[in-house]
């Protein structure tokens, strides 16, 4: 951790990691944590220092969450994903994220001695996946080589997690907001973001950018939030445009029989099954941009 510079661009916290030789010209790699673990910039940093890349890897708080918390901190997110789970929490992280990136990226660019000329590379974890999902698809920014971990196919997926969990905690989440739904209530606008996240649905979209992206998956096959099924049907459906543009190689799922969701190194330290697992991450990600985003 000691080679991390914390800074704050465009408004964004930040930690810097430089590449594994500095004095060589190095392309960036932009990293979004989870909700889950690793659910900070800190510890995404801890999980994947990335050091044998030679690239600039910033790692960068979302939206909403640790040092970004509303006034109200814990409490008040909670009461926002209750009374609207969709427009209050999840949109508002991922789509400020993806808004916000092009100014950090330049701020970086500014700053650091990067060099664009192999794109930008970009690694996202669960909510942090889906606002690379969303990048992917939206954004313009020449973004060549991708990690997706822990994501899942649609926004459907994500809100029939999210009732499983108002579900569980019923009878004490009433106790404390008496207004709480074990069903989340959609409306007119949160139907148009269903279509918006349906990336099965828009995973065509991924061909206007040329050549198309470097796709890594990564899921566990335990994972309880984002069954692997749903993930293997997103890569399926994907799978087929990069064939028909005989880009095949550029796209790839690996999943780890022994994680679920989270991908914590403190608990994979009694667990050897899942601390082999996470190597096996380290490594197959660190790999997938040595190859891919090379200047």
Request: charged fraction near 20%; charge should be negative; proline fraction near 6%.
């Given at each position: ?38 659910g900070s910039e ?7 220092p990335l050091e ?106 994500v809100v029939n ?135």
């Open positions: 951790m000691s080679s991390l510079k914390s800074l704050e661009l465009a408004g964004v916290p930040v930690l810097v990691r430089p590449p594994a030789n500095p004095s060589l010209s190095a392309p960036l790699i932009v990293l979004w944590h989870g909700a889950g673990i690793p800190e510890m995404l940093a801890e999980l994947l044998e890349v030679q690239a600039w890897k910033a790692y960068l708080g979302l939206p909403l969450f640790g040092k970004r918390l509303p006034v109200g901190g814990t409490d008040e997110m909670t009461r926002r994903q209750l009374e609207d789970y969709v427009l209050q929490a999840l949109l508002p992280t991922i789509e400020q994220a993806m808004q916000e990136l092009p100014h950090v990226v330049r701020a970086l660019q500014a700053r650091f001695s990067i060099d664009d000329r192999a794109g930008i590379g970009l690694f996202g974890f669960s909510v942090g996946g889906i606002a690379a999902l969303l990048t992917l698809l939206e954004s313009s920014l020449p973004i060549t080589t991708a990690v997706l971990a822990g994501v899942t196919k649609d926004l459907v997926s997690n999210y009732e499983r969990i108002v579900q569980g905690a019923y009878s004490t989440l009433k106790e404390k907001y008496p207004w709480v739904e074990k069903r989340y209530c959609w409306s007119a606008e949160s139907e148009v973001a269903k279509q918006r996240l349906d990336f099965m649905a828009r995973a065509s979209n991924l061909q206007k950018r040329q050549p198309m992206p470097a796709v890594l998956f990564v899921q566990g096959t335990q994972d309880e939030i984002f069954p692997v099924s749903e993930v293997k049907d997103l890569y399926a459906t994907v799978a087929a445009y990069y064939e028909q543009a005989a880009q095949s190689h550029r796209l790839s799922i690996r999943t780890f029989e022994h994680l679920k969701h989270n991908i914590d190194l403190e608990a994979a330290q009694n667990a050897p099954d899942m601390q082999q697992n996470i190597s096996e991450i380290q490594r197959i990600v660190a790999a997938w941009f040595s190859q891919h985003l090379s200047s």
